[in-house]
């Protein structure tokens, strides 16, 4: 493959090359996701105190009307610059003897502040920021995700999924070539991010009717979660309307899903439409991203991704540069809104597709349900396993034998047939 050739007709679509063993989109997404929140613990909850924590020793060097801090560091600021105008009217040597005493008391409440932070679900296993399957599984089984990110597992591959794999490659090799790029930073991993976004985008616009695995992010709703997500394929209808789609592969029959995996499948296509809008709206700023990713907007990109970022006429060398040009694009494209969203179903014995099914895109009830969502990765409640009605899914959990919800409502249910024998 000519490199300088595909990327001159756009149709390609750049990947991390250290993360390139897992081929299609979604993999990856997935393989960025986990690879971020693998790396320890410890490492990157030091990592966020002490920029974190520059953050405030900075500030409070530069002198208090200097003071610019994240929300973390609102109150430390305040209360800082109450103590301050108390003090001026004191002798020199005692007043600095009180701003240090100050300085060491804002640091700790910022370092109790933050620890308190990367307590939550959302920073302790996801590092502060979802993916959209950390929602759909969630809503498989809140019990179950939570055993995955707490209990050690062997991730297992089965054929089925090897298969869906190679057909969601496929696919996308039919629309794009892929391009492993070599990255050497997370602000170069986002840059990648930002270029496939930027190409699907001019893609759209201009020449290209159907579109696949476009990268996608934002805080949906400005509920302040930020969440990534690989939105399968985006095209123009017969009748011109934008529309969105999901890929699914079926292993055993051209049968369709149950209630409760479709319900997930239209969680997830409304998700993307729902950050595809904003995305489209300009309602993305660079606040909202280096806020949300912790990325360092005057980082040098590296050679390869400049290289590859030259050879598209994209002259720029910092991240924050590359950043700004992607949200002007973002906010002038005359792209539409997602006018429809359809799942489609394909059978892995023939490799055809044999039904697709319709989702009527509704606000409300998606809102709600992230609202419930966020309020475990907030630590506001505790996770939830399956309702009664739902325990066939407990059927294939790994988690079965072990998991304290079934435990619990096993024995609610062995109270209650207790009590209606004793009402005989
Ligand atoms: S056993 Fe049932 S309730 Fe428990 S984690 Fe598995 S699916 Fe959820």
């Given at each position: 493959m000519e490199l300088g050739q595909n990327l001159t007709s756009g149709n390609v679509l750049l990947?991390?090359?250290?993360?390139?063993?897992r081929l299609s989109a979604v993999k990856i997404d997935h393989a960025l996701c986990s690879n971020e929140a693998n790396s320890s613990e410890h490492t990157s909850y030091s990592k966020n105190i002490a920029s974190d924590f520059q953050c405030s020793s900075d500030s409070l060097n530069?002198?208090?009307?200097?003071?610019?801090?994240?929300?973390?560091?609102?109150?430390?600021?305040?209360?800082?610059?109450?103590?301050?105008?108390?003090?001026?009217?004191?002798?020199?040597?005692?007043?600095?003897?009180?701003?240090?005493?100050?300085?060491?008391?804002?640091?700790?409440?910022?370092?109790?502040?933050?620890?308190?932070?990367?307590?939550?679900?959302?920073?302790?296993?996801?590092?502060?920021?979802?993916?959209?399957?950390?929602?759909?599984?969630?809503?498989?089984?809140?019990?179950?995700?939570?055993?995955t990110y707490t209990l050690p597992t062997i991730p297992v591959e089965n054929k089925a999924m090897v298969k869906g794999s190679s057909l969601h490659l496929a696919r996308e090799l039919e629309v794009h070539d892929i391009v492993p790029v070599k990255v050497t930073s997370r602000e170069d991993s986002w840059a990648i991010k930002l270029l496939n976004i930027m190409d699907a985008i001019n893609g759209l616009s201009f020449d290209r009717l159907c579109i696949r695995e476009m990268p996608i992010f934002g805080d949906p709703f400005?509920?302040?979660?930020?969440?990534?997500?690989?939105i399968d394929e985006l095209k123009y209808n017969e009748s011109g309307e934008l529309q969105l789609l999901e890929f699914k592969s079926r292993s055993s029959s051209k049968t369709l899903p149950g209630k409760a995996q479709k319900l997930n499948h239209a969680l997830q296509v409304m998700l993307y439409k729902q950050m595809f809008d904003e995305l489209v709206s300009g309602k993305l700023s660079r606040e909202m991203i280096l806020?949300?990713?912790?990325?360092?907007?005057?980082?040098?990109?590296?050679?390869?991704?400049?290289?590859?970022?030259?050879?598209?006429?994209?002259?720029?060398?910092?991240?924050?540069?590359?950043?700004?040009?992607?949200?002007?694009?973002?906010?002038?494209?005359?792209?539409?809104?997602?006018?429809?969203?359809?799942?489609?179903?394909?059978?892995?014995?023939?490799?055809?597709?044999?039904?697709?099914?319709?989702?009527?895109?509704?606000?409300?009830?998606?809102?709600?349900?992230?609202?419930?969502?966020?309020?475990?990765?907030?630590?506001?409640r505790e996770a939830e396993g399956v309702d009664i009605e739902d325990a066939w899914k407990c059927q294939n959990c790994d988690f079965v034998d072990i998991c304290e919800w079934r435990k619990k409502k096993q024995q609610e249910c062995m109270e209650k047939n207790q009590i209606s024998i004793n009402k005989l």
């Amino acid at each position: 493959m000519e490199l300088g050739q595909n990327l001159t007709s756009g149709n390609v679509l750049l990947t991390c090359e250290k993360r390139s063993t897992r081929l299609s989109a979604v993999k990856i997404d997935h393989a960025l996701c986990s690879n971020e929140a693998n790396s320890s613990e410890h490492t990157s909850y030091s990592k966020n105190i002490a920029s974190d924590f520059q953050c405030s020793s900075d500030s409070l060097n530069s002198g208090v009307s200097a003071i610019v801090c994240s929300s973390e560091g609102g109150i430390c600021s305040d209360v800082l610059r109450q103590n301050m105008a108390k003090s001026s009217d004191e002798p020199a040597v005692k007043r600095k003897k009180v701003d240090n005493k100050m300085e060491n008391q804002a640091d700790l409440e910022k370092v109790a502040e933050i620890q308190k932070k990367w307590e939550l679900p959302l920073w302790k296993f996801r590092r502060g920021r979802l993916c959209v399957t950390d929602i759909t599984s969630q809503s498989w089984c809140e019990q179950q995700l939570l055993y995955t990110y707490t209990l050690p597992t062997i991730p297992v591959e089965n054929k089925a999924m090897v298969k869906g794999s190679s057909l969601h490659l496929a696919r996308e090799l039919e629309v794009h070539d892929i391009v492993p790029v070599k990255v050497t930073s997370r602000e170069d991993s986002w840059a990648i991010k930002l270029l496939n976004i930027m190409d699907a985008i001019n893609g759209l616009s201009f020449d290209r009717l159907c579109i696949r695995e476009m990268p996608i992010f934002g805080d949906p709703f400005e509920m302040g979660v930020f969440m990534v997500g690989i939105i399968d394929e985006l095209k123009y209808n017969e009748s011109g309307e934008l529309q969105l789609l999901e890929f699914k592969s079926r292993s055993s029959s051209k049968t369709l899903p149950g209630k409760a995996q479709k319900l997930n499948h239209a969680l997830q296509v409304m998700l993307y439409k729902q950050m595809f809008d904003e995305l489209v709206s300009g309602k993305l700023s660079r606040e909202m991203i280096l806020g949300h990713v912790n990325l360092d907007e005057g980082k040098v990109l590296g050679s390869a991704v400049l290289d590859h970022m030259q050879k598209t006429g994209i002259h720029f060398d910092k991240f924050g540069e590359l950043l700004d040009a992607a949200l002007l694009q973002f906010q002038f494209s005359s792209l539409p809104h997602v006018d429809s969203l359809e799942i489609e179903y394909c059978f892995q014995g023939d490799c055809l597709s044999f039904a697709t099914d319709k989702v009527q895109f509704d606000s409300d009830w998606l809102r709600k349900k992230l609202d419930h969502s966020f309020l475990f990765w907030r630590g506001v409640r505790e996770a939830e396993g399956v309702d009664i009605e739902d325990a066939w899914k407990c059927q294939n959990c790994d988690f079965v034998d072990i998991c304290e919800w079934r435990k619990k409502k096993q024995q609610e249910c062995m109270e209650k047939n207790q009590i209606s024998i004793n009402k005989l």
